[in-house]
């Protein structure tokens, strides 16, 4: 693996440690800037999280072996404020939601790609380094989840087909290089005070 290009992305590589949740089959992780406005309950049982078997023929010889059944599933990444919706482009996923499969086999073979030196991008760090893992061509190809369940830049239009997270840069006047619609800074303002006040709530003792 390469130096971190960027120095405030150092410690991101922590988001894998999600793998070692092994009391878990399926584990979602979303970045903090996500605003949820349905509930996500049924995306464990979306058929690109089933757990799948490695392409044993794909394999490469400098890195550790393969785990026994592996489960990454995600969503085209979308780069600009005017896009399709569904999303469509190159095959490279965002890490800022995906579901994957917790297990020792994966941490093995996640820690022996990080001992080959320059072997993915760290520009984006774990995204470029998740996305040369379960690369399509290679032995663990990544899987499309139904494109309602998130998008990113979120336009009026997203949210009446059904999408059901938003992921955008809700704290920023000018996220993506245009205005934020006010009707969804108001669902997240309100969202977020709903978030600290029970973060408070719960430091009194008040509620679990």
């Known amino acids: 693996m390469g130096a971190i290009e960027t120095p405030r992305w150092?410690?991101?590589?922590?988001?894998?440690?999600?793998?070692?949740?092994?009391?878990?089959?399926?584990v979602l992780l979303l970045d903090s800037d996500m605003l949820l406005v349905d509930r996500l309950?049924?995306?464990?049982?979306d058929p690109a999280t089933d757990l799948l078997a490695p392409n044993l023929t794909l394999?490469?010889?400098?890195?550790?072996?393969?785990?026994?059944?592996?489960?990454?599933?995600?969503?085209?990444?979308?780069?600009?404020t005017t896009h399709s919706y569904p999303p469509v482009g190159a095959p490279y996923f965002s890490a800022g939601?995906?579901?994957?499969?917790?297990?020792?086999?994966m941490v093995k073979y996640y820690e022996s790609l990080m001992q080959v030196r320059d072997r993915f991008s760290t520009e984006l760090v774990e995204q470029d380094f998740l996305n040369y893992a379960h690369r399509k061509e290679g032995p663990m190809p990544w899987q499309d989840f139904d494109y309602r369940w998130t998008t990113t830049w979120p336009s009026i239009v997203e949210y009446k087909i059904g999408a059901k997270s938003l992921h955008e840069k809700w704290w920023?006047?000018?996220?993506?290089?245009?205005d934020l619609d006010p009707?969804?800074?108001e669902k997240w303002v309100k969202a977020k005070f709903e978030m600290e006040v029970r973060e408070v709530l719960v430091d009194q003792g008040?509620?679990?």
């Open 10 to 26: 150092r410690d991101i590589l922590t988001k894998l440690r999600a793998f070692e949740l092994y009391e878990f089959e399926k």
């Open 41 to 45: 309950d049924d995306i464990f049982a």
């Open 59 to 80: 394999a490469r010889p400098d890195e550790g072996p393969l785990p026994s059944r592996y489960m990454i599933s995600a969503q085209i990444i979308i780069n600009d």
């Open 97 to 105: 939601f995906f579901l994957g499969h917790p297990n020792a086999e």
């Open 172 to 178: 920023s006047r000018n996220a993506g290089g245009r």
């Open 183 to 185: 009707f969804w800074k």
């Open 206 to 208: 008040l509620i679990k």
